[in-house]
């Protein structure tokens, strides 16, 4: 069975473009998180997507934004982007609330 | 609003030595916590997950505990390697309807051969 699949693999943009992440979850599984990972935060919550909907967000701003589509593939956006946006982005597929199994990453720069 | 706190940050061991990470949580009402491992630049790896209503889970030289009254997971690594060199993390699941799930900081652990 294939893993939890993100791209791309890294990125950089400069400050005020928008960025469009995607993540494919392993077959079978519903639910997708993802998470913003920085040396000075950790891990943090950004949202999850069960069946198309969202369940829950994180405390980020408005420019974070996310949706999941019918095949449970997900995709995150941010516009307008700020250098404090550089980061690992993570997402992260489950069947219901079991155990999380993570892709490896998109390495976004903002300069 | 659920906070997870990892101890130590860093740690050093020579190989062959048992160790214990800790993870403490401030709210009791966990649906399940789970541990991780992190390799620099890569994504996470699940090591054990451990359910609410469990109390401890083993996977080879691994074993993590959990106390939920007193808000504490501890996992202990037997006969440590130098490939056991990593970043741990523990991460909550919140209870029913949280549907959310909150990191520690993680502990860096580094076994020298």
């Known amino acids: 069975k294939a893993g939890v699949t993100q791209t791309p693999r890294y990125l950089i943009k400069t400050r005020g473009q928008q960025v469009t992440l995607s993540c494919s979850p392993i077959s079978g599984h519903r639910s997708v998180s993802w998470y913003q990972q920085t040396p000075g935060q950790g891990l943090q919550f950004l949202f999850e997507?069960?069946?198309?909907?969202?369940?829950n967000k994180g405390n980020f701003p408005g420019r974070f934004s996310g949706r999941q589509f019918s095949n449970s593939r997900s995709e995150m956006n941010v516009s307008t982007l700020e250098l404090g946006d550089s980061a690992l982005y993570l997402c992260?597929?489950?069947?219901?609330?079991?155990?999380?199994?993570f892709g490896s990453g998109t390495q976004l720069s903002v300069l | 609003k659920q906070e997870v706190t990892q101890i130590p940050a860093a740690l050093s061991v020579p190989e062959g030595e048992n160790l214990v990470l800790n993870c403490s949580f401030t709210?009791?009402?966990?649906?399940?916590l789970q541990w991780f491992r992190q390799d620099p630049g890569k994504g996470l790896t699940s090591l054990l997950l451990i359910q609410s209503s469990q109390r401890e889970q083993t996977s080879g030289r691994l074993n993590a505990s959990l106390d939920k009254s007193s808000g504490r997971s501890t996992l202990y690594i037997a006969a440590s390697q130098p490939g056991d060199s990593a970043t741990y993390l523990c991460a909550v699941r919140l209870g029913t309807g949280g549907f959310k799930t909150i990191f520690g900081a993680g502990t860096r652990l580094f076994v020298k051969a």
């Open positions: 709210d009791s009402a966990i649906y399940n």
């Open positions: 997507y069960f069946s198309e909907t969202q369940r």
């Open positions: 992260a597929s489950s069947l219901e609330d079991e155990k999380l199994f």
